[in-house]
């Protein structure tokens, strides 16, 4: 299977920026789309973005357009997630994910088929 890697998690101020990386093995030639959700405790897990492999092509939660961006680099299989003008309703557990092609929209978490350990993004007031 596909092994996913976070990292870059961690605790900054409101107004801050943070960059979280994912590393992807195993198997990467199946991956159309690598992305990232994002879990606060009780509740369930919500599309942030995800990007086309081969393309490039974007998609965003509409609550972070403009903040958010995703980015990757092929040769290295690492996506990107460069995150600015934090705010407190950000905090929450990250989770880095891949899906094969023909999965479907990528808004749904159903549809990925592999997932990262997490990693934990906090943001103080």
């Known amino acids: 299977q596909v092994q996913l890697v976070e990292s870059g998690g961690g605790l900054v101020q409101a107004g801050g920026s943070l960059t979280l990386s994912c590393a992807a093995s195993?198997?990467?030639?199946?991956?159309?789309?690598m992305g990232w959700f994002r879990r606060t405790p009780g509740k369930e897990r919500e599309f942030v973005a995800a990007?086309?492999?081969?393309?490039?092509?974007?998609h965003y939660l509409d609550s972070v357009k403009g903040r958010f961006t995703i980015s990757k680099e092929n040769t290295k299989n690492t996506v990107y997630l460069q995150m600015n003008s934090l705010n407190p309703e950000d905090t929450a557990g990250y989770y880095c994910?891949?899906?094969?092609?023909?999965?479907?929209?990528?808004?749904?978490?159903?549809?990925?088929?592999?997932w990262g350990q997490g990693t934990q993004v906090t943001v103080s007031s």
């Open positions: 994910a891949a899906r094969p092609p023909g999965s479907g929209s990528v808004y749904f978490v159903h549809t990925w088929a592999y």
């Open positions: 990007i086309d492999w081969t393309d490039g092509r974007t």
């Open positions: 195993g198997g990467t030639w199946n991956i159309e789309h």
